[in-house]
């Protein structure tokens, strides 16, 4: 029994640090731009605006397929791309992003 409290507590920090990430992750889209800003002491945002973006891709693998979830991705003209990892229903953003594409 004393050996297993160190089991525990090694799974629940290993399990704090490969979910943290996924907490502290904000994507937006609105009228003119898209934004993926993460982190929580060091914070990193990448940004697009509508105009610049050329394609709306998606790469959702088969694990991705069953478990609802995926990579949306956005390049753009002359600017890095933007991608929105490991995003709930990604058929659905990529749509949203298509149609905010549609309206400029």
Not at 4 to 18: A, E, R, Y
Not at 23 to 40: A, D, I, M, S
Not at 54 to 72: A, F
Request: proline share 4%; net charge positive.
């Amino acid at each position: 029994m004393v050996y297993l409290i160190p089991i525990i507590l090694c799974f629940v920090v290993v399990g704090f640090f490969m979910l943290a990430p996924l907490w502290f992750v904000e994507y937006c889209l609105t009228n003119k731009r898209v934004v993926h800003k993460e982190g929580f002491i060091t914070t990193r945002t990448d940004q697009m605006k509508l105009d610049r973006v050329e394609t709306v891709g998606l790469e959702q693998p088969i694990l991705d397929r069953i478990l609802g979830y995926g990579d949306v991705k956005i390049a753009g003209m002359g600017v890095s791309d933007v991608i929105f990892r490991k995003v709930a229903k990604p058929f659905e953003v990529k749509k949203a992003i298509d149609s905010a594409l549609n309206k400029i």
